[in-house]
Nanobody
Framework: QVQLVESGGGLVQAGGSLRLSCAAS????????????MGWFRQTPGKEREFVAA????????YYADSVKGRFTISRDNAKNTVYLQMNSLKPEDTAVYYC???????????????WGQGTQVTVSS
């Protein structure tokens, strides 16, 4: 089964940093991960999945939600088939399960993405 696997979540104090990683695992995607735009989303209980950041397949274009702009950085290493989300100056409101996703374009709409990871919990204490 095709899988995207996130890692790097955990518990951190407000103002701290975490780096999330997302890699392809299991059966090969229809194309290599480097051919896909990638996105990071987050979700808290009772709320819809929220766009965080996205990056084009080449890495030349990046997009951010206003709530994380200037604090989070999305990047990718296509040689390693891995996408990263560097999160700095974390706030308690960043607490959520974070998901990576692969799709055809770096869009904000989660329904535009074809493959999803299982999520990794990020908890920011005040």
């Amino acid at each position: 089964q095709v899988q995207l696997v996130e890692s790097g979540g955990g518990l951190v104090q407000a103002g701290g940093s975490l780096r999330l990683s997302c890699a392809a695992s299991g059966r090969t995607l229809r194309r290599t991960l480097s051919s896909y735009a990638m996105g990071w989303f987050r979700q808290t209980p009772g709320k819809e999945r929220e766009f965080v950041a996205a990056i084009s397949w080449s890495g030349d274009s990046t997009y951010y939600a206003d709530s994380v702009k200037g604090r989070f950085t999305i990047s990718r290493d296509n040689a390693k088939n891995t996408v990263y989300l560097q999160m700095n100056s974390l706030k308690p409101e960043d607490t959520a399960v974070y998901y990576c996703a692969a799709g055809r374009a770096p869009l904000e709409d989660p329904y535009e993405y074809d493959y999803w990871g299982q999520g990794t919990q990020v908890t920011v204490s005040s």
